[in-house]
């Protein structure tokens, strides 16, 4: 992959990490910490249907490019502009620690 032009990298993204806390029912509650707002390019991949408590929901992948970064992971996502994109896997492009290519879905809030 050659690198992009910086121009291309033209969305503002916001990366979020989940914080879990205990409910007293036993389970756990998640709210989303937002942890650093940045640049980079989302390519739509797919989109489909598929079935979601007995009824057809929408689903579409991105690519999403970012710079090289530590600590992006995949059970964190993407925020854009309202936009959730659940990232799925993460990929040092090249493994030269310049690009980060996530792979992640678009979820209804």
């Known amino acids: 992959m050659s690198a992009p032009m910086i121009g291309e990298l033209r ?3 916001t990366l ?4 879990r806390a ?3 029912g036993g389970g756990a509650d998640v709210t989303w910490t937002d ?5 980079g390019r989302i390519t739509p991949l797919r989109g489909g249907e598929r079935a979601v408590a007995g009824r057809l929901a929408g689903s579409v992948s991105h690519e999403i490019l970012i710079r ?3 600590g992006v992971e995949p059970s964190m996502r993407f ?10 896997a993460v990929m040092d492009v090249g493994s030269r ?3 980060l290519r ?3 879905e678009e979820r209804d809030l």
């Open 22 to 24: 205990g409910d007293d």
């Open 16 to 19: 979020q990490a989940p914080q």
């Open 97 to 99: 620690r310049r690009w």
């Open 11 to 13: 969305s503002r993204l």
């Open 102 to 104: 996530c792979l992640c």
């Open 68 to 70: 090289w970064r530590t």
């Open 79 to 88: 925020n854009d502009a309202g936009r959730v994109l659940e990232i799925h």
């Open 35 to 39: 942890i650093v707002s940045l640049w």
